[in-house]
């Protein structure tokens, strides 16, 4: 089951695949958190199994936003890559456009 949760520290993290049946749904949460005037953005994709071009395009969406938008704005963070979406992000040649921080 694919699945967005909003954890207990801002993020969000995404469960499952992330493709055309929620990629609309994460970029809709997120463009809602820019509106409500969060600057941070933070995306652990720690248990992500697949990561689609549906579920990129919303990702460079919202970095786009916020780059443009934002003073200073290191735009999207990805928190925890999977292994396929680590891969994903190379093959594209996202990997140097997001910021990528690994926690325990």
């Known amino acids: 089951m694919n699945r967005i949760e909003k954890n207990v520290d ?5 469960l ?3 493709d055309s049946s929620i ?9 809602r958190e820019l509106d409500n005037g969060q600057n941070d953005i933070q995306l652990d994709l720690s248990k992500v199994e697949y990561l689609s071009s549906f579920g990129l395009r919303e990702m ?13 704005s290191k735009g999207l963070i990805i928190i925890n890559p999977s292994e396929q ?3 994903v992000l190379y ?9 990528v921080a690994y926690r325990k």
């Open 85 to 87: 979406v680590e891969q």
């Open 16 to 18: 499952g695949k992330l």
């Open 23 to 31: 990629a609309e749904e994460l970029g809709s949460a997120l463009d």
């Open 10 to 14: 801002g993020s969000f993290a995404v």
């Open 91 to 99: 093959l594209a040649g996202l990997d140097t456009i997001f910021e």
């Open 60 to 72: 460079i969406r919202i970095h786009k936003r916020m780059t443009r938008n934002i003073a200073n």
